[in-house]
């Protein structure tokens, strides 16, 4: 699969991104919360840390949105956290002036096996929604199911409904 060009990795408009509400603050990663408007992420100081082959693209997104991040910590894609590394990351925290973690969905499940942190995490869900081409892609994904080899035992395999357009979305 090849990479996107920069200009085309965010369609919508700056203002309309700062706009959506896709944080949640959980007291315990286990869980999530309420969540937590984007406007209040410049007023929050919080020490960001993530395990992801590309974290760099995590960081400059946080700063695209104004996030008060005052440390950052990257660890190795995949990254499997102790409860030490926990530690260290309140500790850094702390000496930091950080109120709060803020991490992605993919690192917040690998907290919940450890015991809840001082500190609120905040996670960034982030959700892919199709505009167009809805139909083409269900198509697509179709012939390709088809083409493959079904595996002995497999239920048999079909593109769920619904992966077009989301419903009163006109496919432009």
Same mark, same amino acid.
């Given at each position: 699969?090849?990479?996107?060009?920069?200009?085309?990795?965010?369609?919508?408009?700056?203002?309309?991104?700062?706009?959506?509400?896709?944080?949640?603050?959980? $007291?315990?990663? @286990?869980?999530? +919360? &309420?969540?937590?408007? /984007?406007?209040?992420?410049?007023?929050?100081?919080? %020490? !960001?840390?993530?395990g992801l082959g590309n974290p760099g693209a995590f960081f400059g997104l946080l700063e695209r949105l104004g996030a008060d991040v005052r440390a950052r910590r990257a660890f190795a894609d995949h990254h499997g956290y102790t409860?030490?590394?926990?530690?260290?990351?309140? $500790?850094?925290? @702390?000496?930091? +002036? &950080?109120?709060?973690? /803020?991490?992605?969905?993919?690192?917040?499940?690998? %907290? !919940?096996?450890?015991?809840?942190?001082?500190?609120?995490?905040?996670?960034?869900?982030?959700?892919?929604?199709?505009?167009?081409?809805?139909?083409?892609?269900?198509?697509?994904?179709?012939?390709?199911?088809?083409?493959?080899?079904?595996?002995?035992?497999?239920?048999?395999?079909?593109?769920?409904?619904?992966?077009?357009?989301?419903?009163?979305?006109?496919?432009?």
């Amino acid at each position: 699969m090849r990479a996107l060009p920069q200009a085309a990795r965010y369609r919508s408009p700056r203002w309309r991104r700062s706009r959506s509400h896709c944080w949640s603050c959980t $007291a315990a990663p @286990a869980r999530v +919360g &309420a969540p937590v408007a /984007l406007s209040a992420l410049p007023h929050l100081p919080a %020490l !960001a840390f993530c395990g992801l082959g590309n974290p760099g693209a995590f960081f400059g997104l946080l700063e695209r949105l104004g996030a008060d991040v005052r440390a950052r910590r990257a660890f190795a894609d995949h990254h499997g956290y102790t409860e030490g590394e926990l530690q260290e990351l309140l $500790a850094d925290a @702390a000496a930091h +002036g &950080a109120c709060a973690l /803020l991490t992605t969905h993919k690192d917040a499940v690998k %907290l !919940a096996a450890l015991p809840p942190p001082e500190l609120p995490v905040l996670v960034l869900h982030v959700r892919a929604r199709l505009v167009r081409g809805g139909a083409e892609l269900a198509a697509l994904l179709e012939r390709c199911l088809q083409q493959a080899p079904a595996r002995p035992g497999a239920p048999a395999r079909t593109v769920a409904a619904g992966a077009g357009p989301a419903a009163g979305e006109a496919d432009r």
